[in-house]
């Protein structure tokens, strides 16, 4: 595989992403613990555990061996916490509350994106250019 320089740099920031995000959930874990959906258990636990697993895929996109792995484990996350963020928009906009939905509509729409840039920047997947 050829690990180009934009690659490198959107693996980087893609760790930064999810150390931050991983900080988040254990930092704001009750804030978190507000819009897990009401079917999953242990709430607390799953957002605790989440943050576990967004640090560890952080640190294991660091290293080759375990890059591509760490790339589709993230991907694979990112997919299973997008009920978390439907519901955390259903709560907002239906409470008239929460965060608006300029910020909502783009958060999901761009999971799609999320799962893809773990996938490209780990090297997990390949991009072919058009010869």
């Not at 952080?58 to 519901?87: E, M």
Request: hydrophobic share 55%; glycine share 6%.
């Amino acid at each position: 595989m050829i690990d180009t320089r934009v690659q490198r740099t959107g693996r980087w920031l893609l760790i930064a992403f999810y150390a931050l995000a991983g900080l988040g959930h254990l930092y704001f874990t009750q804030a978190m613990v507000r819009i897990v959906p009401a079917w999953v258990p242990q709430p607390r636990l799953v957002v605790l555990v989440t943050g576990l697993c967004e640090l560890a895929g952080a640190a294991a996109l660091v290293f080759p061996r375990w890059r591509k792995s760490a790339g589709w484990a993230l991907a694979a996350y990112a997919l299973c916490v997008w009920p978390a963020n439907v519901q955390h928009a259903i709560n907002d906009l239906s409470h008239g509350n929460g965060l608006p939905i300029w910020y909502h509509v783009p958060r999901l729409a761009l999971q799609p994106l999320i799962i893809w840039w773990a996938l490209w920047a780990s090297g997990a997947v390949r991009v072919r250019r058009a010869p």
